[in-house]
């Protein structure tokens, strides 16, 4: 039998071959008949891969492909794709290819097909446009450049899109090289897009004569090209220059129907610019010309609160609750306000209403702040309860809420409890073992150091349990190598966290080393100015012969925190007066 002569076919016909064979393929319903013993078997010849040719490997694979695709075997379909990508040199089955990279996410492979895709058909923006964005998005803006140059010359708004819309992430000098690009183009051809990513790009620079001349040019090439005079505007504001940047946008709000984000940016610039009257009727306006757009409404509502508008914003979340009452966010708000009024009733009752996942939690501490007061225990322990028993899945949460209120209104016993009760259900929680830790009584270092080495066994890394550990050591014990080293392991995590640099410089003065000890006792005052912390660095200074500046901190601190029992205790440890 001789072996099939490749059929020949146009690149942009391969997809419609591909479907005919797929519908004759599952078209065929008879049974295949095995050959006799007398059949001859001729060997087929070896594929050769030639320009414009669709041999029989290549359908096969490409079939295959199509198949796995349907079936979700996106890895087989993908490799099948790009092997003959390779092989033929096809630009539909190289764009086939890229297009399955693409929804895959599969970042290595879609840069293999699209440069496939590009070499097949060098003249398609498309290819350099997906490899540039990909690129883009990694950081890799370099790599992008001479894509975005090919792509420039074919597609210019698309390629301009993708710049303007990763400029800010650009240095300085990443921002140049795209200027240079674009200055280049700009001399040969210019339209408004391409004057106003020039500008944004000098923006990038902090060229912001330059940025602003190319913004005029974009205005006085297109005079309603949004972009240019949204960017314009923000230009101005960022110079504090409100007013100019209110005339900019003017003329785009005379329109029947003016643009959203214009119509905001200009209520926001009112504001600003502390007009506050006009302001507040324009944002009034705002809302009855965009009615349909709760989440613009929403935001109009805040701009109002922001500005102490509060009876506009109130009607505002009053409307939205009646027209959207699944959305309970308004209520977090509403709370906020009736708090601010002293209306601790209207308050929390708003705050009950809450039941949105991104300030739920937040409404009960506001709860908790309203109920500041040992008497309420009852209401507040109640109220949690039933949280709990509606929101199991944020339960650990409202459990370490309610010990923390209990503990800060000495019902410890009450706080310890409800955390048992909490581990009862949740045992490995390092949140809640954490918690109890902190809440045990300083006596019990068997239990706080039991449950700050469960934390770690969880989280190896956890910087706030070995802080705790090493600091609950350092004061209560005399295991000062061992508190070193945990106190030391939380500070490569955390460097900068005021609290463990204070333990530090509190182990290191325990450990006789108060020279270093002023180092990182000094770090942490400055970040924390904590009465602990003041009282530690005073000790630490006297104890490296700086009298001078233990007592002069020392008195500093007295004048603003004179009862303070940590500053007491310093001023008694270095024999100081108190004053």
């Not at 029947?256 to 905001?264: A, E, K, L, R, S």
């Not at 310890?416 to 045990?440: C, F, G, I, K, V």
């Amino acid at each position: 039998m001789k072996a099939p002569t490749p059929v020949k076919t146009a690149a942009t016909s391969v997809a419609v071959t591909l479907i005919a064979a797929l519908m004759t393929l599952s078209g065929c319903t008879g049974k295949f008949s095995k050959p006799g013993p007398d059949t001859e078997v001729t060997p087929l010849a070896p594929v050769e891969y030639h320009p414009g040719e669709l041999n029989r490997e290549t359908l096969y694979e490409l079939i295959v492909a199509e198949i796995a695709g349907q079936r979700k075997e996106f890895d087989l379909s993908l490799n099948n794709y790009l092997h003959q990508a390779q092989m033929t040199g096809d630009p539909e089955i190289a764009k086939r290819a890229t297009y399955i990279a693409q929804y895959l996410q599969r970042d290595d492979q879609l840069l293999e097909a699209s440069k496939l895709w590009q070499k097949a058909e060098p003249d398609n923006p498309e290819p350099y446009l997906i490899s540039a964005s990909l690129l883009l998005r990694k950081g890799d803006f370099t790599a992008a450049l001479p894509l975005l140059r090919k792509a420039l010359h074919h597609s210019d708004k698309q390629t301009l899109m993708i710049i303007s819309a990763q400029a800010d992430k650009f240095s300085p000098e990443e921002a140049d090289a795209y200027i240079k690009l674009l200055e280049e183009h700009a001399s040969k051809e210019t339209d408004a897009t391409l004057l106003t990513t020039l500008g944004i790009l000098y923006g990038v620079q902090g060229n912001n004569i330059k940025a602003l001349q190319r913004f005029n040019a974009a205005i006085a090439e297109d005079p309603d090209h949004l972009e240019a005079v949204i960017q314009k505007a923000e230009l101005l504001r960022s110079q504090g220059d409100y007013r100019q940047a209110i005339k900019v946008l003017e003329p785009q709000l005379a329109a029947d129907q003016p643009d959203q984000q214009i119509f905001t940016l200009y209520v926001q610039l009112l504001f600003q610019s502390k007009q506050t009257k006009k302001a507040v009727k324009q944002a009034l306006l705002l809302v009855d010309t965009f009615p349909d757009e709760p989440q613009l409404t929403f935001y109009t509502a805040l701009l109002l609160l922001e500005n102490e508008q509060v009876e506009q914003s109130r009607n505002i979340m009053q409307e939205l609750l009646q027209r959207y009452p699944d959305n309970t966010t308004p209520h977090y708000y509403l709370g906020l306000i009736e708090q601010h009024e002293d209306h601790t009733e209207e308050a929390i009752s708003h705050f009950l209403k809450v039941k949105d996942p991104n300030n739920i939690l937040q409404a009960y501490r506001r709860i908790g702040a309203l109920l500041d007061h040992p008497n309420n225990r009852t209401r507040l322990q109640n109220i949690l309860q039933d949280a709990r028993g509606n929101m199991p899945e944020i339960d650990i949460q409202l459990y370490v809420m309610e010990a923390e209120w209990l503990n800060l209104h000495d019902y410890k016993d009450a706080a310890l409890s409800s955390l048992d009760e909490a581990l009862q259900l949740h045992p490995d929680d390092a949140n809640l073992l954490y918690t109890r830790a902190m809440t045990l009584d300083p006596q019990d270092i068997g239990l706080i150091e039991k449950d700050l080495r469960q934390v770690l066994a969880l989280e190896p890394d956890n910087s706030m349990a070995l802080n705790a550990l090493g600091y609950t050591l350092t004061l209560y014990t005399d295991r000062f190598d061992e508190a070193f080293e945990l106190i030391s392991k939380a500070l490569a995590l955390t460097p900068d966290d005021p609290a463990i640099l204070d333990s530090m410089g509190w182990i290191l003065l325990k450990q006789g080393k108060a020279a270093e000890a002023v180092g990182f006792l000094q770090q942490a005052y400055d970040q924390f100015p904590d009465p602990e912390v003041s009282a530690h660095l005073i000790q630490a200074y006297h104890a490296a012969g700086q009298q001078q500046q233990a007592l002069q901190l020392l008195k500093q601190e007295q004048l603003k925190h004179p009862d303070n029992e940590f500053l007491i205790e310093a001023a008694t440890s270095i024999n100081a007066p108190l004053d």
